[in-house]
């Protein structure tokens, strides 16, 4: 029955939906491509201008990643009659969450699945996490006050490629020699990154493009207490 209804039905609204829905996430093309397992972020960008039609598959897994119906997708300007859910108080959803316990050692262990089981936790938050691989970050110090306070925990997704990065952005960044970082992101040249604090007390670090062990935007932050 779904393969009949893709094939027979109008999509009127596909490519803007497609559009909408991306950019209501915060998501670049290229982000999306990765999420729904696209080799080549121009055969997605094709489907958003109308160039060309996803496969069934593909309708499918967008509609699952953006908690949508195949005939809201198809037929219906989601711009319009839909709200995007961003928090859903009846409903709890899990991420990964580095204990402040863990912070010290995540950049020398991050990436070893053994410590990761062991020291990676779970935490149940009541809205819905971002598309991709979310995880919070234990934030210490006033560096970044007023945006994000002492003892706050950071969410952000991670970034597969330093060339999604915008300036000006607020980034967990991972590094060799001085752990987690939350900072302002700003490409100085083509090896050097200059990461800025908000508070304006706090001088900016220099880190090499090489030192850089992960980096994940930020989504949102969790305060204390809250």
């Avoid at 899990?94 to 050692?105: D, L, M, W």
């Avoid at 149940?124 to 979310?134: A, N, Q, R, T």
Wanted: net charge neutral; charged share 30%.
């Amino acid at each position: 029955m779904s393969i009949f209804f893709v094939h027979c039905e109008p999509m009127k609204y596909l490519h803007s939906n497609l559009k909408f829905l991306r950019e209501k996430s915060g998501y670049s093309i290229q982000e999306m491509a990765r999420v729904l397992s696209i080799k080549n972020r121009s055969t997605y960008y094709a489907w958003e201008r109308g160039d060309a039609n996803p496969n069934l598959e593909s309708i499918m897994k967008i509609a699952k990643t953006f908690d949508v119906s195949l005939e809201e997708l198809l037929k219906k300007d989601l711009s319009v009659k839909r709200k995007v859910k961003q928090s859903l108080s009846d409903s709890l959803y899990e991420i990964e969450i580095v204990p402040r316990k863990a912070a010290a050692g995540y950049s020398v262990y991050f990436d070893d699945p053994e410590w990761s089981d062991q020291h990676i936790k779970k935490m149940s938050i009541p809205f819905k996490p971002p598309i991709g691989e979310v995880r919070a970050f234990p934030i210490e110090g006033d560096s970044m006050e007023p945006t994000v306070s002492d003892g706050s925990y950071v969410v952000a997704v991670k970034l597969l490629d330093l060339n999604e990065v915008k300036d000006g952005n607020n980034y967990i960044v991972v590094t060799k020699d001085d752990g987690i970082l939350f900072k302002r992101f700003f490409k100085k040249d083509a090896n050097l990154i200059n990461l800025l604090s908000d508070n304006p007390r706090v001088p900016p670090r220099e880190i090499k493009k090489q030192d850089i062990l992960e980096i994940w935007r930020f989504y949102m932050a969790l305060e204390p207490g809250k």
